[in-house]
């Protein structure tokens, strides 16, 4: 398992006793250096009509973004609201440790950087599980900068290792992947399955996604629940060198591919991939891109030989913390 430093920054808000029973939801917000975009978002969950609720911002930001969401979660008097502070800056890690805490028998994860269209966004997510075959859920997005790449609702990898998603649509139906800006899950399939890969830096809301339907959970696209999803390029997980941030790309696609389709599935994604290596090195006008590119595929695929790293922190391994 990934090191980690989880102790909070700040004490956690004392619990009335109405607060202490186990709430229906509990949300998670993964930040990373983006204090006003974190603490808006949460603000907007606050005034949702559905209260039923925990939240956890799970900070992994640097100390002086820390200190700023540590005193807004202190100053917001919300018994609800929780502060943790992570040394690690690994996105599946910090949604792990949300994972550790969470009491609820639904568990929402959004990203901090998102407005919530939806007038009743966490009662949309809710009641999509009324169906008892559905373990995840994943609601509808509105993108201010990702193009989407499908004509229907969709959201997958390609045999060549392409995502391929279009979250826009109107109407609730089965999907293959959930996406991690918007998206929920019935906390006995992540029992059943466990947490995030740690292992990658993209697609662990994929690879995630891919093990629940291999247990035979169904997943939900949901209209309702819906939001605009700022892709902000400051903090996050985006790297702003874009050569690095398409090795990191081309990084995570070949630990997917190699863990879930073996090796059967290589030849595909390398030939899709290779085609896309040559692509970027014209558009970035740097000849040596293609070895780098090369290189992240095969620590990839490296990285998926030895195993994942999955598993959610025990309540024991918490208080030691």
Not at 58 to 71: G, K, T
Not at 97 to 118: C, P, W
């Amino acid at each position: 398992m990934a090191s980690r430093d989880a102790r909070p920054l700040t004490a956690r808000p004392a619990a009335s006793p109405a607060a202490a029973c186990a709430p229906a939801v509990t949300i998670v917000v993964p930040t990373y250096n983006r204090a006003d975009h974190a603490q808006a978002t949460v603000d907007q969950l606050r005034r949702q009509p559905f209260r039923d609720f925990e939240l956890w911002l799970v900070d992994q930001s640097d100390p002086d973004v820390a200190v700023s969401n540590a005193r807004y979660v202190a100053q917001s008097n919300d018994p609800r609201l929780h502060y943790l502070h992570l040394a690690v800056k690994n996105l599946p890690n910090a949604r792990n440790e949300g994972l550790a805490r969470a009491r609820g028998s639904i568990v929402v994860f959004i990203d901090d950087d998102v407005i919530v269209l939806a007038a009743d966004f966490i009662g949309a997510h809710v009641r999509a599980f009324e169906d008892a075959t559905v373990g995840g859920v994943t609601g509808r997005h509105v993108e201010r900068t990702l193009r989407m790449n499908a004509r229907r609702t969709a959201c997958y990898v390609s045999a060549g290792g392409r995502t391929i998603f279009n979250l826009f649509g109107a109407e609730r139906q089965e999907i293959d992947s959930c996406k991690g800006s918007n998206m929920s899950f019935r906390m006995a399939a992540v029992r059943q399955i466990g947490g995030f890969d740690r292992r990658t830096r993209l697609l662990e809301e994929t690879d995630f996604s891919t093990r629940l339907r291999a247990a035979g959970w169904r997943l939900m696209f949901e209209p309702e629940a819906e939001l605009l999803h700022l892709s902000t390029p400051a903090g996050g997980v985006r790297d702003p060198n874009p050569l690095d941030a398409e090795c990191g790309r081309f990084r995570s696609t070949a630990y997917y591919i190699l863990k879930h389709r073996g090796w059967w599935g290589v030849p595909s994604f390398v030939a899709t991939f290779s085609l896309i290596a040559l692509a970027r090195t014209a558009r970035f006008g740097a000849p040596a891109a293609v070895p780098r590119l090369y290189r992240a595929m095969f620590e990839g695929f490296a990285e998926a030989r030895r195993g994942p790293d999955q598993s959610v922190p025990a309540l024991s391994e918490l208080r030691e913390s």
